[in-house]
């Protein structure tokens, strides 16, 4: 068997001695291991294989980790993973105690930040280039980012800084035209003029050359800069690059090695900041990916040869029908609340297949909005189509709602909108980790006024509660998992909704369980397990986190011994907290408080949750029906005071890493 080149790559030095021509065999080996593991284990593919190129000319022109190359994100990285000592590890991607799909600080020094949310490299790169010149050190920072990155509310802040400060910082904006969608907005259009019209921006190298070479050939560029200056409108490339202080250069072909690694060279020689765009394709090197680029964005495991998708054969007679998912529930409620109200306008910030409003796009494109990755401006945006008399509905995973914090309060809130946020992916999400688990919305949403807060423990109830929410006139957010219900069988249709009360759905007089979300089924799974050993529990569907019902806590707090909160959700200020809250506010027989009531809070420990299957990370955090029915009758049996203290919490959830290379 012949030896790969790539196997003999330990360190990024071991490409530095690679002629261009056998940088080239190399990164054909590195897409055929891309597609092979990928096809294995699913993730993200398509982006990667657009970078290959790019990661290995920064990596054998760039001196890494002394010079500090920052990629935002990092799943489309990959190559850098391959070559940075990750190699032998790599058929664990994503993988519980493997090696994590995005950049993570824990993984290697190469990683020099843990990130998976857009748009946050050009912010960390200007601090580590004013780090570095605190110190007079020399080394080069380079940050990597992608087109649609560069819309995010945080990279346009980034830029406008770094063209005013100045600092030696290579900026890397590696366009394929892509999001994860279609891209969208006037940026995009801008840089696909560039990449498509590049003419000029050669034009001016040559007639620079000529002119030089003329008798007062220098005194006549510098006349002709100023014309130029003048003109700049009309002619020059990069432009707007340009006015906000970098210096423009490119567009690259980022699949051409030899002039990657001859402009990336002449560019570190560079002062100042300089924005180098390079042109690359998403997909590049696999033909399925190439023409679908969006599908293979992120993919389930799926067949090299034909592109499809390994388990999507038609399912055998008799097999149980798939369950519908909570993404899948909101997509098609969504459509058909849209024929009946047509003031409806679905909005998504870049995800519109993720957050299900696809469907709702293709029937009523005037109604539909994809902002761009711009999370702010679009609870900015639903605020003012509120205010204007439409219903839009944000679709939105719950940690990107994280971006638009301020806008909650500040657009939504305080006004008093009608705006609905359906917020997807809240709780473990699984394989993509602790930038993407969207366990904090409880805690930060529950603190703001006028926002009602709903999690349904089914799909069908999320049907429910998103025809309710059109009826409210005020702004609400409803928070729902990743895939369907994770046990049980479904209940059948959820009861009416009303506000701020909750389902009973066992009655029981020992202990109530007051679950929220995802965390329902399991509860009456526990009750029944509690019933075996002798303990009447009262299973209790939250319904509304905010506001609560108090009737019914009330009723718990006087009728029965204890109580035990179920959550998918940070337990800091998640729902326990709440209820814990209510419970100190309540007057009960003339007196504030309800003392010393049993209460054991479930949910998430205080600590960012690594990555792995969501089922696995729900074992891990003893959040799954046979944990918490052993936490929850070890805990009955102590009849004490409890508190989320009282709790031990789980092992440091830290990823087991892979050795990172000397
Ligand atoms: C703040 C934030 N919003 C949304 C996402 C989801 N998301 C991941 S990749 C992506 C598209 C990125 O496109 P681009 O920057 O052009 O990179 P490419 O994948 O095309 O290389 C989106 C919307 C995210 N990770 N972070």
Known sequence: MTTRLLDTIARPADIKALSAAQLSVLAQEIRAELVRTISTL???????????????????????????????????????????????????????????????????????????????????????????????????????????????????????????????????????????????????????????NPTYNHLRREVEHLVKRLPHGRAMLRVGRKIEESLKGLLIPGLVFEELGFRYVGPIDGHHLPELLLTLRNVKRLKGPILLHVSTVKGKGYRFAEQDPERFHKIEPFHIATGQMKGSAVPEKGARAKQETFTEAFSDELVQLGESNRRLVAITAAMPEGTGVSEFAARYPQRYVDVGMAEQHALGLAAGLAKGGARPVVAIYSTFLQRAYDQIMHEMCLQELPVILAIDRAGLVGEDGPTHHGVFDISYLRAFPHLVLLSPKDPPELRAMVRWALQQDRPVAIRYARGGIVCGELLGKPSKLAMGKAETLRAGQDLALLAVGSMVYPAMYVAERLAREGIDGMVVNARFVKPLDETLLRHIATQIRGVVTLEEGQIAGGFGSAVSEAFDAMEIKGAMGIQGMPHLRIGLPDAFVEHGKRQELLERCRLDPESLTRRIIRWYQTVRPATAADEPLPAPLAPVLAQPAE
């Open 42 to 196: 699913g993730g993200h593919l398509a982006s990667s294989l657009g970078a290959v190129e790019l990661c290995l000319a920064l990596h054998a022109v760039f001196d890494a980790p002394d010079d500090q190359l920052v990629w935002d994100m990092g799943y489309q990285a990959f190559t850098h993973k391959l070559i940075t000592g990750r190699r032998e590890a790599f058929n664990t991607l994503k993988q519980r105690g493997g090696l994590s799909g995005f950049n993570n600080k824990d993984e290697s020094p190469y990683d020099l930040f843990t990130t998976g949310h857009g748009g946050t490299v050009l912010s960390t790169a200007l601090g580590l280039a004013m780090a570095r010149d605190q110190v007079k050190a020399t080394r080069h920072v380079v940050a990597i980012i992608g087109d649609a990155s560069l819309g995010e509310g945080m990279a346009l802040e980034a830029l406008n800084h770094i063209g005013h400060r100045k600092p030696n910082l290579l900026v890397i904006l590696n366009d394929n035209r892509m999001s994860i969608a279609k891209p969208v907005g006037g940026l995009s259009r801008y840089l696909n003029r560039l990449i498509t």
